[in-house]
Nanobody, 119 residues
Framework: QVQVVESGGGLVQAGGSLRLSCAAS????????MGWYRQAPGKQRELVAF???????SYVDSVKGRFTISEDNAKNTVYLQMNSLKPEDTAIYYC?????????????WGQGTQVTVSS
């Protein structure tokens, strides 16, 4: 089992910043990628950003230039620095961990952390 714990959400005014953290623990084996998704009320969950063990980064167009994903491999932790936040960034943010343990691929999700941006 892999435990995924997010932190750092909250309420912020438009233009402000927040930093989300996600730590994976337990039988993680080899982590291939960690990423952040978000789901706003009435909308589908969307991929916001991910980072692979090889250092590949990817962002959804709507956050490019404002959000930065980074990792601390030693701690199996990924961060999402969110700057210039907009009301449309309001959502529950979920962390996903994709890896391999003993030849079997897995995906684990965190419980989600609420981000609310007021106008």
């Amino acid at each position: 089992q892999v435990q995924v714990v997010e932190s750092g959400g909250g309420l912020v005014q438009a233009g402000g910043s927040l930093r989300l953290s996600c730590a994976a623990s337990g039988s993680v084996g080899s982590i291939y990628a960690m990423g952040w998704y978000r789901q706003a009320p009435g909308k589908q969950r969307e991929l916001v950003a991910f980072i692979t063990s090889g250092g590949t980064l990817s962002y959804v167009d709507s956050v490019k230039g404002r959000f930065t994903i980074s990792e601390d491999n030693a701690k199996n932790t990924v961060y999402l620095q969110m700057n210039s936040l907009k009301p449309e960034d309001t959502a529950i943010y979920y962390c996903n961990v994709h890896g391999n343990l003993h030849g079997s691929w897995y995906n684990y999700w965190g419980q989600g952390t609420q981000v609310t941006v007021s106008s």
